[in-house]
């Protein structure tokens, strides 16, 4: 349902969230939503990527966790030893391709036997076959001999490269096969159902705990058709006014990021908002199914007044 304010708020109340943006104050043609509802904007139940037993689950219920935060092992022991052997393979693969010994010692040998080849060449030049045609002929021989000594080094070393990234990828396998092990908070948000319990064996899939974000949420209502345009609500600023106990009320901010190009029944179509949710003595003020009032502000979209983006 739809009503229009009728009532401009005071600039002492404009203060909505603590340090929060200031807003304009309603206005008498700004629509307000009454009956619109809260929903997560993220709900996953989070699996087990690999197969194992669930050797940790470090929160339980109602625990408050940081993207990226460990929420949980599968035992990992086996592939830590292949880690720990990939790593020793690598280096030694480095060894090799980064060695050129092989390369420059075959280039020195090489460079010996051209002298002496050189010589024998000048020697029966001076002197008629004072080096026997064998000897010069196998002198030339260990010269080119070396010489592809040398070019065997080099290729050597080029194959040497090649087993140092397969021993990289095979390090990098490893590696990934322990964090497929490990199980990390998606986003910021909270733990509200356990599946599976520590020692518990689990396979790929199944489910381990379910997981809410709770920073942003989303509010939907309904908007008239007959009333407003829909470009005239799409990425306008919106307070969201919620009903406490003991008549107490509290205000929230967001923007509309969501105008639905479908007809509901009354000639009315959904707008929903993303809306920053804060803490109030350790508990969030907006939580799923929620019924709220939202007031739409006109002719904010694009004001960039209001910071509802979730924390990076």
């Not at 997560?40 to 470090?58: I, R, T, Y």
């Not at 790593?87 to 060695?99: F, I, Q, V």
């Not at 065997?152 to 590696?175: G, I, M, N």
């Not at 205000?251 to 029944?265: F, N």
Request: proline share 4%; with cysteine; glycine share 6%.
């Amino acid at each position: 349902m739809m009503r229009h304010s009728n009532l401009v708020s005071a600039a002492a109340t404009l203060m909505l969230l603590a340090g929060g943006p200031m807003l304009r104050p309603a206005l008498a043609g700004d629509p307000t939503l009454d009956g619109c509802k809260v929903r997560l904007d993220e709900d996953v139940k989070v699996p087990a990527p690999e197969a194992g037993m669930l050797v940790l689950l470090s929160v339980k219920e109602g625990s408050q966790v940081r993207k990226g935060d460990v929420l949980g092992k599968i035992y990992d022991d086996e592939v830590q030893m292949q880690k720990k052997a990939a790593e020793y393979a690598l280096g030694a693969a480095y060894k090799s391709a980064t060695d050129d010994i092989q390369y420059r010692y075959a280039q020195k040998s090489a460079d010996v036997a051209e002298k002496a080849y050189e010589a024998m060449i000048e020697s029966n030049q001076s002197a008629a076959k004072s080096v026997p045609e064998v000897e010069v002929r196998k002198g030339k021989l260990e010269w080119e001999a070396a010489i592809l000594s040398a070019e065997k080094a080099q290729h050597d070393q080029a194959l040497a490269k090649f087993e140092y990234h397969k021993k990289k990828a095979e390090r990098d396998a490893a590696d990934l096969a322990i964090r497929r092990r490990t199980i990390v908070a998606p986003f910021d948000g909270e733990v509200v159902k356990i599946y599976r319990h520590q020692d518990e064996w689990v396979s790929p899939g199944d489910p381990i705990l379910r997981f809410v974000r709770l920073d942003t949420v989303l509010v939907e209502g309904f908007v008239k058709m007959s009333a407003y345009d829909p470009q005239e609500v799409s990425g306008c600023d919106v307070t969201v006014e919620v009903d406490m106990a003991r008549g107490r009320k509290e205000q929230a901010t967001g923007r509309i990021t969501y105008v639905s190009p479908m007809m509901e029944l009354n000639d009315s179509y959904i707008v929903r908002a993303e809306v920053a949710n804060r803490q109030e003595h350790g508990r969030w003020l907006l939580r799923d199914g929620m019924q709220v009032t939202m007031t739409v502000r006109l002719n904010t979209a694009g004001a960039g007044a209001l910071d509802v983006s979730r924390t990076p």
